[in-house]
């Protein structure tokens, strides 16, 4: 199995900034991807950040430039750096993994709230 345990989340002001770490076990070799999505309340989950293979990220428009999602392989963990916070990043932010073995697998989430 894959295990994805996120942390980092928080409550911080417009403006400011957070990391989120995402730690990751078990079978780590049947993973091909990594990324970040979020879930504002009544709101859709939407896409935020993504990492390939090589260690590129790929980023939504609405986060690009703020959000920097990068890895520690020694430490089997993926980061979701988050710079210039807004209200609109309010949500609940998960770690995602696919798995060539096990397909998407979800982390249990970590809310990130932004006040105004």
């Known amino acids: 199995q894959v295990q994805l345990v996120e942390s980092g989340g928080g409550l911080v002001q417009a403006g400011g900034s957070l990391r989120l770490s995402c730690a990751v076990s078990g079978s780590i070799f049947s993973i091909n991807t990594m990324g970040w999505y979020r879930q504002a309340p009544g709101k859709e989950r939407e896409w935020v950040a993504g990492i390939t293979i090589g260690g590129r990220g790929n980023y939504a428009d609405s986060v690009k430039g703020r959000f920097t999602i990068s890895r520690d392989n020694a430490k089997n963990t993926v980061y979701l750096d988050m710079n210039r916070l807004k209200p609109e990043d309010t949500a609940a932010y998960y770690c995602?993994?696919?798995?060539?073995?096990?397909?998407?697998?979800w982390g249990q989430g970590t809310q990130v709230t932004v006040s105004s």
């Open positions: 995602t993994a696919r798995s060539t073995v096990f397909g998407f697998v």
